[in-house]
């Protein structure tokens, strides 16, 4: 297989724990005919705004690999890297604190709110789980060993070394870590638990919700049940994914009959909430991450310390 060759590195440091934009400039041009890297990014740049590009660059925002800002007329160099930061909008922020459960010299363990993003991604930039703790940790080379998410809490594991990074992803990918979560839904009592839920769930890109399909099993999820209540006829499920399949606890609970509460998307899409509605979070939590470290040969198992609200207070749970 051949190897990806890796980006060079940044010649701008990151802000508000954000990495800059790297834009390589085609070898082939195409239909393209830019003259100048200018000219290139304004064609390519397209979501912008009217005169942002002209204004990073007169700015001498826009810099080459030596750091060095590039003139608006400097001519197209097929191949070249350029690296700019993306002027962000404002946004919401989530009023929850981030908790570390865990640090060393090779990686951290934080305790993620509900609602905060783990990694940038569309809306979700500096107010995510990552851009946090590189600002909050001064470590601008963690990166994300693998994502919960943004309405789950519970525990992420991050790599300080970008070089250690892929032998921590690869826990996640060979199913060497233990992972345990909890979530509250409906209580069922003809629903005959523990048992093991095997099905093909497919996500489509631009759909918010995945669905089962018929074919071989891709996710795997053990269900049990940890406890449940007469009087709000609600219970506390235990779940032991064995897969990593995108929302496949929420699907395989939804396909019980017995949804998490607070799930947007299961068993149907609700209207989307205002930026700032933090009310009835999804009652589901990353309890426990238990793996051998591949790095220092160390046993680790670590706990979140978070509760969730429909169990340990469901009088606020059923008032927010």
Same mark, same amino acid.
């Given at each position: 297989?051949?190897?990806?060759?890796?980006?060079?590195?940044?010649?701008?440091?990151?802000?508000?724990?954000?990495?800059?934009?790297?834009?390589?400039?085609?070898?082939?041009?195409g239909?393209?005919?830019?003259?100048?890297?200018r000219?290139?990014?304004?064609?390519?740049?397209?979501?912008?705004?009217?005169?942002?590009?002209?204004?990073?660059?007169?700015?001498?925002?826009?810099?080459?690999?030596?750091g060095?800002?590039?003139?608006?007329? $400097?001519?197209?160099?097929?191949?070249?890297?350029?690296?700019?930061h993306?002027?962000?909008?404002?946004?919401?922020?989530?009023?929850?604190?981030?908790?570390?459960?865990?640090?060393?010299?090779?990686?951290?363990?934080?305790?993620?709110?509900?609602?905060?993003? %783990?990694?940038?991604?569309?809306?979700?930039?500096?107010?995510?789980l990552?851009?946090?703790?590189?600002? #909050?940790?001064?470590?601008?080379?963690?990166?994300?060993?693998?994502r919960?998410?943004?309405?789950?809490?519970?525990?992420?594991l991050? %790599?300080?070394?970008?070089?250690?990074?892929?032998?921590?992803?690869?826990?996640?990918?060979?199913?060497?870590?233990?992972?345990?979560?909890?979530?509250?839904a409906?209580?069922?009592?003809?629903?005959? !638990?523990?048992? %093991?839920?095997?099905?093909?769930?497919?996500?489509?890109?631009?759909?918010?919700? $995945?669905?089962?399909?018929?074919?071989?099993?891709?996710?795997?999820?053990r269900?049990?049940?940890?406890?449940h209540?007469?009087? #709000?006829?609600? $219970?506390?499920?235990?779940? !032991?994914p064995?897969?990593?399949?995108t929302?496949?606890?929420?699907v395989?609970?939804?396909?019980?009959?017995?949804?998490?509460?607070?799930?947007p998307?299961?068993?149907e899409?609700a209207?989307?909430?205002?930026?700032?509605?933090?009310?009835?979070?999804?009652q589901l939590?990353?309890r426990?991450?238990?793996f051998t470290?591949?790095v220092?040969g160390?046993?680790?198992?670590?706990?979140?310390?978070?509760?969730?609200?429909?169990w340990?207070?469901?009088?606020?749970?059923?008032g927010?």
């Open positions: 297989m051949r190897r990806r060759t890796p980006p060079p590195p940044a010649p701008l440091p990151q802000r508000r724990g954000v990495d800059p934009v790297r834009v390589r400039l085609p070898v082939h041009r239909d393209g005919g830019w003259a100048t890297v000219e290139h990014l304004v064609a390519r740049l397209t979501g912008a705004g009217p005169g942002m590009v002209e204004a990073m660059f007169h700015a001498g925002a826009v810099v080459g690999a030596d060095v800002p590039v003139a608006p007329e $400097a001519p197209y160099r097929p191949g070249m890297s350029v690296w700019f993306r002027e962000l909008p404002p946004e919401v922020p989530v009023p929850f604190p981030v908790e570390v459960v865990y640090r060393d010299e090779h990686i951290v363990v934080a305790d993620k709110p509900h609602f905060l993003a %783990t990694t940038p991604r569309g809306s979700h930039v500096t107010e995510t990552l851009a946090r703790l590189r600002h #909050d940790l001064g470590l601008p080379g963690l990166g994300a060993a693998h919960l998410d943004r309405l789950t809490a519970g525990l992420a991050f %790599t300080v070394h970008p070089a250690e990074r892929g032998a921590y992803q690869g826990l996640f990918r060979d199913r060497l870590v233990r992972k345990e979560y909890e979530a509250v409906r209580y069922d009592p003809e629903l005959e !638990l523990p048992r %093991t839920v095997r099905s093909r769930i497919l996500k489509e890109r631009g759909v918010l919700a $995945a669905r089962e399909v018929a074919g071989e099993p891709n996710a795997v999820t269900v049990e049940i940890a406890g209540r007469e009087q #709000d006829g609600l $219970a506390r499920y235990r779940l !032991l064995v897969t990593g399949r929302h496949q606890l929420r395989h609970l939804n396909a019980l009959g017995v949804p998490i509460l607070g799930d998307l299961y068993p899409v209207p989307a909430t205002a930026p700032g509605d933090f009310r009835r979070p999804l939590l990353a426990e991450l238990e470290d591949p220092t160390a046993r680790h198992r670590f706990v979140s310390g978070r509760t969730l609200q429909a340990t207070s469901p009088e606020e749970w059923a927010s």
